[in-house]
């Protein structure tokens, strides 16, 4: 399989000067953690950018036939949403159990951000 070039360079361009500098405290001070309402997965990965961010690619998915979808932050959330809406339509509620087994598709990502 062919890898694709990024236009965008990597974050972590000196890991080894990141690993040795990294804090969990620098990162809960980053993204205000903790929050009043928890620990919540898709909105500290999806719901609390800017607008301008939330046109821009969070995922790009390659299937096995070489097909390529991208997918928005706004896409994301959508999804998210629908799938919570889904499970909330069919009487799922907070702290119920659900395994969801999927093989590695977009709706195996959007639903990894339900909490």
Known sequence: MEQTAFPVQSHMADYDSLYQSFSWADVEKELCLPRKTGYN??????????????????????????????????????????????????????????????ERVPELYSQNLLN
């Open 41 to 102: 997965k898709a909105t500290i990965c999806i719901d609390d950018h800017p607008p301008e961010v939330m046109q821009r690619t969070a995922l790009i998915w390659e299937g096995i036939d070489g097909e390529i979808e991208n997918y928005t932050f706004t896409d994301l959330k959508n999804r998210t949403n629908q799938i919570a809406n889904l499970l909330q339509e069919i009487g799922m509620e907070k702290e119920d159990r659900l395994f969801i087994f999927l």
